[in-house]
Each structure stands twice: as C-alpha cells, then as structure tokens.
C-alpha cells in the first residue's frame, strides 16, 4: 500500500511539474517582438528562440508616434537571436502607444511576394525617359521650389526627383552628369531630363519652362 502512494505522489509530482512546463511554453512565444523603453525611445526587437530562420513581417499601429513608426517591416530573423527592427520616437505633450501585427513565416521570398502581389508593375526606364520630363531638386533649395511652382501653374506634366531619394532615377542622373565631368559638389540644381536629355544647367526658369509647355501640358 505505502509502495503504491509513493508511486501515486511521484506521479502527482511529475504531472504538476509537465503541466507548469506546458503552460510556461504556451505563454513564451519561440518568435516574439521585445521592447526596450529607453527615456525618449523605444526600441522594438524579435526574438527568434527557435532552431531556424524566421522572416517575420512587423506592422506598428502608433499613437502619439513619429510617422516613421507607421511603415511596415519585413526582416530575416536568424535562429536562436534577436533582431532590431524599428525605433519609436515619441511626440512631445502626447500620450503614446502603440498595438502591432507580428507575422512569422519561413520563407522571406514567400512574403515578399505574397506583400507585392497585384501591384502594378513599373514601366521600364527607357520609355519613362524618353516620354516625361524629370525635374531633380533638393531640399532647402529655393529655385528648385520655384521651377516646380511654375511648371505647376502652366499645367506642365512633370516628375520630380528628390536627389537624396533612393531611386533608378537618381542612379541613372549621377551617372550621365559623371559622363560629362561633373560630381554631387559641382552639380546645380535644379536640373531635368527632357526626353533622356540632360538639361544642366537650367539658367532662366522662365525659359525652360516656356519650352516644356507646349507639348507637356497637363489636361484640364
């Protein structure tokens, strides 16, 4: 009888033990987001405690955040370590906080896709070239707004570029102004390419302008 309560309690023990192990488990997510809140930010990690690659895509719904907070994150989240993956910054005299959408899957390819799927499919450069007028101009520069300003009130069909952009546009600037000897220090903006022609520099504004508009205006 003895022999058999000291098995029933051994039993008992074991059961409590795997029953607190199991629910430990439940609650400790292998690929989770961790915060650290630091005086004027917050950093947000994954960890991925598992034996294999993760690629996760992070969703940040903020309240009383920087609109950086907004964009959406897809990452590769190596096994068994922890990956930053956005930082916070809060707005002043706000109250913050934020929910989030955390999506795990094996394969970063797979959810590239499946994020790009029905997306309209970009032109090739060649025939954007060749079809539009491209306007390149710079933050803080006040003839770069103005030539914009007037292509915008003679109805002038146009694309503007932002140099410190990362864009094909941007690449394929610096090389044809690398061709005829100049660099990003030498370069003035504002600058266009009408028709894959480079325009630099663009001296008049009035000018330039009268000569765009003609064949680019807008429909109204």
């Not at 390819?109 to 970009?122: H, P």
């Not at 610096?174 to 001296?203: F, R, V």
Request: proline share 4%; aromatic share 8%; charged share 25%.
């Amino acid at each position: 009888m003895k022999l058999i309560l000291k098995t029933y309690y051994k039993l008992t023990i074991y059961f409590i033990l795997f029953l607190c192990f199991t629910l430990v488990s439940w609650q400790e997510k292998p690929v989770r987001l961790i915060e650290e809140v630091q005086k004027k930010r917050t950093i947000i990690y994954v960890q991925n405690d598992t034996n294999s690659n993760k690629s996760v895509f992070l969703k940040i719904n903020p309240i009383g955040y920087r609109r950086s907070a907004q964009r959406p994150i897809i990452k590769n989240i190596p096994a068994n370590s922890k990956v930053q993956m956005i930082i916070l910054i809060p707005l002043t005299d706000v109250a913050s906080s934020y929910t989030y959408n955390l999506i795990v899957n094996e394969e970063l390819e797979n959810m590239e896709i499946d994020r790009a799927k029905g997306a309209k499919k970009e032109a090739p450069l060649s025939s954007i070239l060749k079809s539009e007028i491209i306007v390149f101009t710079k933050e803080d520069c006040k003839k770069c707004q103005l030539l914009i300003t007037k292509l915008k009130l003679d109805h002038v069909k146009f694309r503007e570029i932002n140099i410190n952009s990362k864009s094909r546009y941007v690449d394929y600037l610096w090389t044809l102004l690398k061709d005829k000897g100049y660099n990003k220090i030498t370069a003035k903006l504002p600058l266009s390419l009408k028709q894959g022609e480079l325009i630099h520099p663009i001296g008049n504004i009035d000018d330039f302008v009268s000569s765009v508009s003609k064949k680019h205006r807008s429909q109204h």
